[in-house]
């Protein structure tokens, strides 16, 4: 089981970016997946969660209505469109996945997820 995520890089403060994670070694459509992120100093942050049930998503305050999440599951991939950065938002992004069909019902955290990506670095600056 392997995640990969990419798409990482340097932007502008009101940029966008587009980090992508494909999964292989298993079917993604009975997996809930998501995505984090971890600033230099800080714990890992979990910001965003779909579910592979019906699509429902999660977001953590500090991205909501900047963010979104999406998947295909015939590609094995997920995204996370990142919208009106800033430089708070700088930081490794890691995709995770677990073999559960929704999301937690109260935001995410590490221990909510078993298959992890190797993280892609986000940099917001001008």
């Known amino acids: 089981v392997q995640l990969q995520a990419s798409g990482g890089g340097l932007v502008q403060p009101g940029g966008s970016l587009r980090l992508s994670c494909t999964a292989s070694?298993?079917?993604?459509?009975?997996?809930?997946t998501g995505w984090f992120r971890q600033a230099p100093g800080k714990e890992r942050e979990g910001i965003s969660c779909i579910s592979s049930s019906d699509g429902s998503t999660s977001y953590a305050d500090s991205v909501k209505g900047r963010f979104t999440i999406s998947r295909d599951n015939a590609k094995n991939t997920w995204l996370l469109q990142m919208n009106s950065l800033k430089p708070e938002d700088t930081a490794v992004y890691y995709c995770?996945?677990?073999?559960?069909?929704?999301?937690?019902?109260?935001?995410?955290?590490?221990?909510?997820?078993?298959?992890w990506g190797q993280g892609t670095l986000v940099t917001v600056s001008s």
């Open positions: 995770a996945a677990e073999n559960r069909r929704r999301c937690p019902a109260i935001g995410i955290t590490v221990s909510d997820f078993g298959f």
């Open positions: 070694g298993f079917a993604l459509d009975a997996y809930a």
